[in-house]
């Protein structure tokens, strides 16, 4: 059985290796894999992010533990989520918000309360050694979700990744992450933005600067061109990239800046 | 069987892949655990700390290799300590110092002179690879510590974790560690410093600072105040922090700065 | 069966948790072992060279997956390396020259073409999960490299490792990489220096740096002085070092700089 490791932590602390420790102390056959430690400190949404993109690629059954966890000890709860067939456990804080949107109605989410799950003291400063991985591991070794306590509704979400409609045609969309690159993701999806659109000519707007070019593939062109172009990315969103650059140093783009779709004129 | 791995060598280069090739190629079955391969480089206090707050979590029987060896090559001896039910594979200077100390007159500690367990090429500048990943792997796969050479009673001692006590009831403790988040831990534990004490007023001064807030987790209270406090963190140790921000650049607070227990008054 | 990871994704991004969950979802029994991520962005020669180093460390029969890969999705060849007992799956870009320069002849390399091995869709963008993970998978569940497509000669080769022969017994070697301790790793071997012309003063010149001495471990003569030193470093490879301290900080050195072996007078 998977269990994946998403967190802020950094891997410089001996926080990582207490998670793994735990798990592996509970389920000596579990298979842990480390997603990102690298989440910047206390970013919910950077985390949900990536665990949407990263998830997609595990099987059904993979149990998927996020720390992103500013209110760690508060009254902030924990929680279960079944989306899609795998698992997710952690703070109730918006980090499962895109993969159970992604799931929409068939998303279930539960209230971690029995303590049993629990390690014997859980203290009040990391509860993904105390709480969530003993959980994970449980799971693991085949408990019941519904074991961990009761089905809840109003577990905490984020805005939606969906882009917002605008007049004539035009997409309000927005950046929603800056990888290693310097690729800027948008949240615009082909149920968007058609490929009909692009060949019509739709542009993207990005503060003052304008991409017009749609590659197939990073290298497309190269050597032609400094200039920015968009793309198709891995993750299913259209991305803003430059030639053999950073598009987000380049264009300075941010995350949560907007992208507007211009209609074809 | 768990081998967790400790060391220095950063993620870049191909040191630590070497390790887990040796490993596996040793012992297929070996279950091979990064704790982290970011200690600073050379500093065996560091990795010390991480060592004795990582390893905690793990089960009986775990192999730790650690790998901060500013000495190789040199005389330094290699040694094979039990402490806690663990077994720590690594150079004698110090890096097994707090797990050691911490199990008290139950760890026994050996010198690693059994070349038969070695690589057949030793290096002098990667022990590492020739010396302790297979000293580590043939652990592993069930050969007895005795087989690896003598029992050693001199080997390399840090200064101990327990902090001084001082006039009326002060004490002198230590910063021992700095998270990522900017956490100061100290070596104060609630042995040294019970919950009464702190109850009645007391204080900790660090630099011209003086911290007089205990709180139960870090989001306690927040809001309110700025002001870095204290709080129990979960290595064990009494830890000094502030609302959303690092409390060593706040404080400006560096690793073996004194922390002043003052009197209640 | 072992398949490892080396690319230039970092460990920010969802891209590594991506190999990691197609590789299990395909093959669940694969230990996925990273050996690093954290290759400088489409440096080819030092994936290359991090590649050769490591993949000595790993039992015959071992996957390695890797990707550093400026040109995806453009015309560039998806290959297969049989090389000294062990596979290499990833793009023809000269990543892999390296480890088949040293297997000679025995190296075989073949051409990825068989897209049934491939992910359904495979992006313009992403090879990494969508070609040489699923083909790695594949290997490790018993697929025959000659399932994967044909053999091939004329695979992308960097500049061979080699140095070359100068006039009287000179030598002109290459920094071939910086580590992160700032140990300077040549591409001299024993093959080309011998321990004899060494004892004879065989001197290093490196920019307008001459390097002496030759020391047996980092620490050898410590103390002493702070001149930089040669030693034989653990992937076979003479390194300029300097004693606790940045070689290539001291000397200003960079890969790609040539270092002059003079003839002994």
Not at 23 to 36: E, G, H, M, Q
Request: with cysteine; proline share 5%.
């Amino acid at each position: 059985m998977i269990i994946t490791l998403l967190t802020d932590f950094g891997t410089a602390d001996y926080f990582v290796g207490a998670l793994k420790g735990v798990i592996l102390s509970a389920n000596p056959r579990a298979t842990v894999v480390d997603i990102t430690h690298e989440i910047p400190a206390h970013d919910v949404q950077a985390g949900a992010f990536t665990l949407l993109a990263a998830s997609e690629s595990f099987p059904a059954g993979t149990i998927h533990v996020g720390v992103v966890d500013p209110g760690v000890g508060s009254a902030r709860r924990a929680i279960l989520a079944e989306c899609g067939g795998q698992r997710f456990v952690g703070p109730d804080n918006g980090l499962f918000s895109y993969v159970c949107e992604r799931a929409g109605s068939a998303a279930r989410v539960r209230h971690l309360t029995n303590r049993k799950f629990f390690r014997k003291d859980v203290s009040a400063t990391f509860h993904g050694r105390d709480v969530f991985a003993p959980v994970a591991a449980a799971l693991s070794a085949g408990a019941e979700p519904r074991e961990f306590g009761e089905e809840m509704d109003d577990w905490v979400r984020l805005a939606s990744l969906a882009p917002r409609a605008g007049d004539g045609g035009a997409i309000e969309a927005t950046i929603i992450h800056v990888d290693r690159f310097g690729n800027c993701v948008t949240n615009l999806t082909r149920r968007e933005l058609s490929d009909e659109r692009i060949a019509r000519g739709a542009t993207l707007v990005v503060g003052d600067h304008t991409v017009r070019s749609i590659r197939r593939f990073y290298a497309d062109g190269a050597g032609d061109s400094p200039e920015p172009f968009a793309i198709w990315g891995s993750a299913g969103f259209l991305e803003i990239s430059a030639p053999r650059a950073s598009a987000a140093r380049l264009l300075r783009v941010r995350r949560g800046q907007t992208v507007l779709v211009s209609p074809e004129s």
